[in-house]
């Protein structure tokens, strides 16, 4: 019955959205109208609320009561949102202020005396407003006013000019910062949690192992993650907009002609050109390079952006005025003094020591003031001029508050899509499918494309993803990143905009074209477009590091980097170090072999142990590298005809499951029938066929998986034990080999610091004569304590402290506790000896030996990595690697 329920929740939502009825309301009341309905005929028919659901029901959400009601409401509280009204708010402000129209006016006239030239004008200008506003209908709307003339003007070919417009509109939805994008990465993280639930539970249901390595888990993304994932795919879709246009004009130049530009390239046109492009250009730099530098968050840098917008508007608005650019010559003023300041001190409150410090803090606090000033000064212009602020804060609410009731409304309908099963059904429909993943990221794909035809993008990210998402994300033999997804999907959205009969931008463009442009020929125009986008598409899907790169590179770049220890790094670190060592590993043999030539007669046996485990652990590690290759070939070598059967049994398995799970769902059904009626026993009787038919069908499954199946995954697990304890065994080489190096240079290095204790021992020493025991043992004590902080001082710190233990003990021994620190003292000398010797014969051979191993074998133990090796290491998992053969 549940599917009934379903069926009616899809169809109550397609006549409501198909009938023009407000999406933000459609969503909702689908929902509620289906889990009603379905609760009603549950408690009518069978007694139960929770009879025709198939997870969970209205009964057990109202026990869970709040609890549940948060979880739904969560949706529109996550932080990432924040962003959301501050860039709209930017786009909104900067179109008002009619920067839009100086753009395009000023680039038409730089590129118009090349074929092409207006149209690739257009996409310039497209991609610039696409990373300040982001807003599709201002973008289209301007283009399309200013534009569109001017191209039919001088005889543009009319599907040409619409389509260049309507598709340059759309950049916005790509090209950061954009709301598509926020939105998916809010939605992706959600999905990327459910995914690593599912990947950890397959995993334990595949190998039988209650733990997953962590290196299997799931990468989630953030807002800011998806911006510079989106960044490089963005420009690759502008980059094919400009070729297409110049490549149409090149071979039918009647339909793009040169535009001459009538005036003079001169000093005036390049102040104009500067002052019409600097500002924008700015703009992106502070909003996307503060985000891309890991200066400021998605939400800092959208109200970097809003002030940004502000202040531009400012003076755009005041333009030919008096004094127009002082509230923005004011603010860079500002940001310039504190960029200063902040370069050449520590601005902190709680670090003011001296009046240079009061002096700074009261300079920042006068340049935070004129900030502020400055602001408030552009805000008073927008509100006074046309009232622009009123208009611009009325379009930003209405636009936030629409996309907010939304994302409500899709949590609705999700949990009502979620518990009459809908989720597994399409679950249980993508895994069927022939060909793993990639068929079905391609029919996901297809549907996101086809449903673009009719649905907005935001119905498609807050409806669609959430269901897909986590499916395609805990597929193994993918291993996908969700900023990879997230792009793909926002490049497939994009086209919902371009594709009849309801692309908004179509629409858009029709209302402030002129009448001789037909409505079929905009049509046509899009045509072309929608293809490159869908070439884009296929480029980023075939090219993962073109997504991935730039988030792994500000990764472990930033400040945050992950310590290369970290699990998730340890194949890349390794494969760039293995690489490294295929080069410098006969350097390190000859320092090997150059250190045992060392005489260690002087040194004392625990540290010439640790002189000799740095250079047997380096060479046991160069050692290990061969063996470790020699099991991954070995499992290349098994893979070819592992691969097919692991694919197999799996996919029987997975079925198995599915019946399994199938006879919980209907045991739980069958519980739920209440009464001793005719009706009551027949449905019992009912579910208790399908449940025996399920059982029969898991145990026919059962028996299809090849006899050899066992034999096989044995052998290959056992070449992947081989090559996993090969990997543990370099690992622990390395860091046993490094950390025994850095410890014996400390050792070494502080041979003179260890020299003068002396005088201090020798202090305490004489002390105890006219000191009572208990004061005495404190002086030994502290002493002690000092002794200990320095790195190999054992053989004195240890006879010090029992000699404080035994001074401040009930029965305290004056001659024991002086002679234990006559041993102190006679260690210190022998101590010191050994060491001085050592600093002058061996320490530069330790020295030079980190500085041959410190980015190679001694990696590992490195607080960051360095640039070289996080550069590399970001190229490396920018790839997806297959891991489906671990589960």
């Known amino acids: 019955m549940e599917l009934l329920f379903l069926l009616l929740l899809i169809i109550l939502m397609a006549l409501a959205l198909g009938s023009g009825y ?6 909702p009341g689908s929902a509620i109208i289906s889990i009603l309905a379905a609760a009603i005929c549950g408690h009518l028919f069978a007694g139960d609320v929770d009879a025709y659901f198939a997870q969970g029901g209205p009964g057990q959400w109202l026990s869970a009561g709040v609890t549940n009601l948060r979880g739904v409401y969560w949706e529109t509280e996550r932080d990432t949102l924040i962003a959301i009204p501050l860039f709209i708010f930017m786009g909104i402000m900067l179109q008002r202020s009619k920067i839009a ?20 004008s257009v996409v310039f200008v497209g991609a610039l407003l696409a990373a300040t506003t982001g807003i599709v209908g201002a973008t289209v709307v301007a283009m399309g006013l200013i534009s569109l003339p001017a191209m039919l003007r001088n005889n543009y070919s009319k599907p040409l000019a619409t389509g260049t417009i309507a598709a340059s509109g759309t950049l916005g939805q790509i090209i950061p910062p954009s709301i598509v994008l926020i939105i998916l990465a809010d939605q992706l993280a959600s999905a990327a949690d459910q995914a690593g639930t599912t990947r950890k539970a397959l995993y334990k249901a595949s190998t039988g192992e209650l ?5 299997f888990d799931v990468a989630s993304t953030s807002a800011g993650e998806m ?5 490089v795919p963005g420009l690759v879709l502008v980059g094919l907009y400009m070729l297409f246009i110049l490549i149409f004009a090149f071979f039918n130049p009647k339909a793009a002609p040169a535009v001459p530009y ?18 924008p250009l700015t703009l992106i730099v502070l909003v996307l390079g503060s985000i891309i530098g890991g200066i400021a968050t998605v939400n800092q840098a959208g109200a970097i952006g809003a002030a940004g917008a502000l202040v531009m508007a400012g003076y755009r608005l005041y333009e030919g005025k ?4 002082w509230p923005a010559l004011l603010a860079l003023a500002s940001l310039a003094g504190l960029a200063v300041l902040l370069n050449s001190h520590d601005i902190n409150v709680k670090s003011i020591n001296s009046t240079t410090d009061v002096w700074v803090m009261t300079l920042a606090i006068i340049a935070v003031a004129c900030l502020i000033a400055a602001l408030i000064w552009s805000g008073w212009r927008a509100y006074k001029t046309d009232d622009t602020m009123h208009g611009v804060m009325v379009e930003t609410a209405k636009t936030t508050s629409l996309v907010f009731i939304i994302l409500l409304g899709a949590a609705m309908l999700t949990a009502a899509f979620r518990a009459f099963g809908g989720e597994e059904l399409v679950r249980e429909f993508l895994t069927s499918l022939p060909g793993g993943f990639w068929a079905q990221f391609v029919i996901v794909m297809a549907v996101i494309f086809v449903l673009g035809f009719f649905l907005d993008f935001i119905e498609i990210a807050v409806v669609v993803v959430p269901i897909v998402a986590p499916i395609l994300l805990a597929d193994p ?4 990143t969700a900023v990879w997804l997230g792009v793909m999907i926002g490049l497939n959205i994009q086209t919902s905009f371009l594709t009849p009969p309801f692309g908004f931008a179509l629409f858009y463009l029709r209302g402030v074209a002129d009448a001789t442009v037909k409505t079929l020929e905009i049509y046509k125009g899009v045509i072309a477009f929608i293809g490159l986008q869908l070439l884009a598409l296929f480029i980023v899907a075939v090219s993962p590091p073109l997504v991935n790169y730039l988030p792994n590179r500000l990764s472990l770049l930033s400040e945050t980097a992950p310590p290369p220890r970290n699990p998730q790094l340890q194949y890349c670190i390794e494969q760039f170090v293995f690489d490294q060592l295929g080069d410098e590993g006969e350097s390190i043999r000859n320092a090997v072999a150059n250190a045992r030539t060392l005489d260690l007669s002087y040194i004392p046996d625990s540290f010439a142990k640790d002189f000799a485990n740095i250079y047997d652990n380096a060479e046991k590690s160069l050692d290990t590298i061969p063996e470790i290759v020699s099991a991954e070939n070995a499992i290349g070598e098994a893979e070819e005809g592992y691969r097919p059967l692991h694919r197999q049994v799996r996919s029987i398995e997975s079925d198995i499951r599915r019946h399994e799970e199938h006879i919980k769902h209907y045991e739980t059904l069958s519980r739920r029938v209440r009464g001793d009626d005719d009706d009551s026993e027949n449905i019992r009787a009912r579910y208790e066929r399908l449940i025996e038919d399920s059982k029969q069908e898991a145990e026919r499954l059962s028996g299809t998986i090849p006899q050899d199946w066992k034999a096989s995954y044995d052998a290959f697990a056992e070449l992947r034990k081989a090559e996993t304890t090969a990997r543990s065994l370099y690992r622990r080489a390395v860091d046993s080999s490094y950390e025994s190096l850095i410890e014996l240079i400390a050792v070494i290095e502080n041979a003179g610091e260890l020299s003068q204790t002396g005088p201090a021992i020798e202090e305490v020493r004489q002390a105890i004569a006219s000191m009572e025991p208990k004061p005495a043992g404190e002086a030994v004590k502290k002493v002690a304590d000092a002794v200990g902080k320095i790195p190999g001082s054992d053989s004195v710190a240890s006879p010090l402290s029992k000699a404080a233990r035994n001074l401040r003990s009930r029965s305290p021994d004056i001659e024991k506790a002086n002679e234990l620190i006559d041993e102190a003292l006679a260690a210190v000398k022998t101590e010191t000896e050994w060491r001085q010797k050592a600093e002058k014969e061996m320490l530069p051979v330790l020295t030079e030996f980190e500085g041959l191993t410190r980015e190679t074998i001694g990696l590992r133990q490195q607080p960051r990595l360095p640039r070289q090796q996080a550069l590399a290491v970001a190229a490396c998992k920018a790839e997806h690697r297959d891991i489906s053969l671990s589960f």
Do not use: C, H, W
Request: charged share 15%.
């Open 22 to 27: 407000p999406v933000a309301f459609a969503l």
């Open 101 to 120: 129209e100086d753009l395009l006016i000023t680039m038409a006239q730089l590129f118009g005396p090349i074929r092409g030239g207006l149209g690739i």
């Open 211 to 215: 733990t997953m390595p962590s290196t």
């Open 227 to 231: 911006f510079l994932g989106a960044f």
């Open 262 to 279: 009538e005036g003079e390239y001169d000093r005036k046109f390049a102040i104009k050109v500067f002052l019409t492009l600097v500002p």
């Open 322 to 325: 008096r004094g127009a650019y």
């Open 477 to 480: 033999g993918a291993n996908i």
